[in-house]
């Protein structure tokens, strides 16, 4: 994947369009199955480049908080270890983009 992040962008859009469904459409309903595989894309996305997904987010203006208020409320749904794995590594790499960003001396939008 490391050569697809032209990907990214349309990964991201799709997953938060499922997430944020306020569709009224009869033959389109998202079941927890298809919320818990969007966000866990998303969750993916971060781990992989954090940067740049974060940016992804903020394109929308409340894609971000919309993301991580789902993700932190769905956390009990996710039980399998793998789940619990990339949550973490998706959380450390938050976290090191939070310390390249205080390093660089460039303001965090994530801690707004």
Known sequence: MENNS?????????????????????DF???KSLLLHSLLLIVTC???NAALTLSLLSSSPTWT???FHIWFK??????RVHDKKL????ISEL???????AASGGGSELMQ
């Open 87 to 90: 949550c973490i590594a998706a």
């Open 74 to 79: 769905n956390l009990n749904l996710l039980t």
């Open 6 to 26: 032209q990907a990214l962008p349309s990964f991201i859009g799709q997953s938060m369009n499922v997430l944020t469904s306020t569709s009224t459409d009869t």
């Open 46 to 48: 971060l781990s992989y």
């Open 95 to 101: 976290l090191e983009e939070l310390a390249r960003q």
């Open 29 to 31: 309903t998202v079941t």
């Open 65 to 67: 908080n919309q993301f």
